[in-house]
């Protein structure tokens, strides 16, 4: 039992303010024990890199190895709220290249940040592509281990539709009022890109109906599911069509459904695959 249940066996309430102290003061405990303690040194590149990604002002002239010292510095000025700090810490970690002189590489940070956003109860995933890290809001637990992160490793077979997939993801890490239609967008042409390379055509999502009700029946879905798979495919496709892919009226209270409904889709077809 970590300290923030203790205080709720106690009876002691903990509300997000609570829970965003209770964050910052344990990961700058350990990021400042690291700078007095471990005494690491960043490659003036990697710490160009940090400031050119985040628009920081650089330290003129040589650092002389306090690159890290002056990239703590300006994490602290983003501690307001946990959505404003992560962007800059997944930025320092995406800076990083694995030197065996480090105690602490971007393993060891993402390993930090991920046990510190666990123990404070902040419900936050982080992810890794080619680009380097990102980290979107995490929904149920079964549901984002089951329909985010296992289908990420079974779309390994599908590369594109995995890209598109990432895309969306990250799409969904940025939301905001103004551009929720363009990441519903993203996650129907995600859907639509892994159709195209697991039934190995060319069509659009829509006319890919077929296809897929076909593939169901014939993989021993009863008719009394697969009918009702297909009308579900049917609603996400004319919500696709209605509000995000011809027209800019999806809100940020589904985004969450889409993600995983496009998810849940692409999960059962890789199930029926494999047996």
Known sequence: MNFLDYRKSLGIAINDESKKQYFFTKIFNVLYDICDNDGIILEDQEYF??????????????????????????????????????????????????????????????????????????????????????????????????????????????????????????????????????????????????????FKNEKSLENNKLEYGTYLKTHGVPAEISNNLESLFQAYTNYMNNYAKHHDKAGLNVLEYIMYQTGNIIRLLIRLENG
């Open 49 to 198: 890199k940090f400031c050119n990604a985040t628009g920081t002002q650089m330290h003129r002239g040589g650092i002389y190895g306090q690159g890290y010292s002056y990239i703590l510095k300006e994490l602290e000025k983003h501690t307001k709220s946990i959505e404003n700090f992560l962007p800059y810490y997944i930025a320092f970690m995406n800076c990083l290249v694995n030197n065996s002189y480090r105690s602490f590489n971007y393993k060891e940070f993402y390993n930090l940040l991920c046990n510190m956003l666990d123990q404070s109860q902040i419900p936050y995933e982080i992810k890794k592509d080619n680009d380097g890290y990102f980290i979107f809001p995490q929904g149920a637990k079964e549901l984002d281990d089951s329909l985010v992160s296992q289908n990420l490793e079974w779309l390994k077979s599908y590369p594109h539709a995995r890209d598109a997939f990432v895309k969306a993801l990250r799409g969904y890490a940025d939301q905001n009022d103004s551009n929720a239609s363009e990441i519903a967008d993203k996650f129907r042409k995600s859907l639509e890109t892994f159709f195209q390379e697991f």
